[in-house]
């Protein structure tokens, strides 16, 4: 178990992972910068399509976008409930645009795919993102074969995590036990919702302000990972090690 360094901030996870994750029966993974690693900057094109998307809409400059961007996201969790709430705007023709991008940066990779091929459990996609995204993003990694579900922003209603509603939506529709799952995220406060509900909480963590918001409380971390792939591999390591241990019993 992960042990703060402080009552405030949670440490980073030891190499050996929890005896109590060896067989969570559902594991929920974010998407961006968090299956994939933020060094690919992958979402500063997706910021930069936003942008474009509202400076065209509302005939506006890139910097003037920008600002009312940053208003959107702060205020609605994310930058496209923004535009719904307050300008009905059509979130499939936003959604198709802003994710238009090149994901060639992003590079395959096989200790996460075995990670996940050795890890008990089903496995979901839960992202604020669409599921046309998170096929390719996926797709890209060599891991989407792995995952039974991605619950997107569309399945989600459209209200963005970490509104405890769509949460609640994702363990209904996919017959989710809580304190039988796992999620993870890059986004500290998106956990909030799913450690109320019972879950064990991973954060992946960043170095964006809004990808720290929420750690100060630290109680609805459980863990805290930098290298998922790596993590993720010992946790599949550490089950396997004891499922052996207890056929040799």
């Known amino acids: 178990m992960t042990v703060p360094t402080s009552p405030a901030v949670p440490a980073a996870e030891s190499a050996s992972p929890a005896a109590s994750l060896r067989d969570r029966a559902v594991w929920i993974f974010d998407l961006d910068n968090t ?12 910021d930069r399509r936003i942008n474009e998307f509202i400076a065209g809409h509302f005939g506006l400059g890139l910097d003037e976008a920008r600002v009312r961007q940053k208003r959107f996201f702060r205020d609605y969790g994310t930058t496209l409930r923004g535009l719904m709430v307050e300008h009905d705007v059509d979130p499939v023709a936003y959604m198709d645009y802003v994710h238009d991008i090149d994901v060639a940066g992003v590079q395959p990779s096989a200790l996460l795919a075995g990670a996940l091929d050795r890890l008990p459990g089903r496995k979901i996609i839960y992202t604020n993102g669409s599921v046309r995204h998170a096929e390719n993003v996926a797709g890209r990694l060599g891991i989407l074969d792995r995952f039974e579900a991605v619950f997107d922003i569309a399945a989600a209603g459209f209200v963005p995590k970490p509104d405890p509603r769509p949460y609640a939506t994702l363990v209904e529709r996919h017959g989710i036990d809580p304190a039988d799952a796992c999620m993870v995220e890059d986004i500290a406060r998106n956990l909030a919702p799913a450690h109320a509900l019972g879950m064990t909480t991973v954060w992946v963590r960043g170095d964006q302000e809004y990808e720290k918001a929420g750690v100060g409380a630290g109680i609805h971390i459980d863990h805290t990972v930098d290298d998922l792939p790596s993590w993720l591999a010992a946790v599949a390591e550490a089950g396997a090690a004891g499922a052996g241990a207890e056929g040799a019993a």
Do not use: R
């Not at 299956?35 to 997706?46: D, E, G, I, M």
């Open 35 to 46: 299956l994939y690693p933020a060094s690919c900057n992958l979402f500063a094109q997706v």
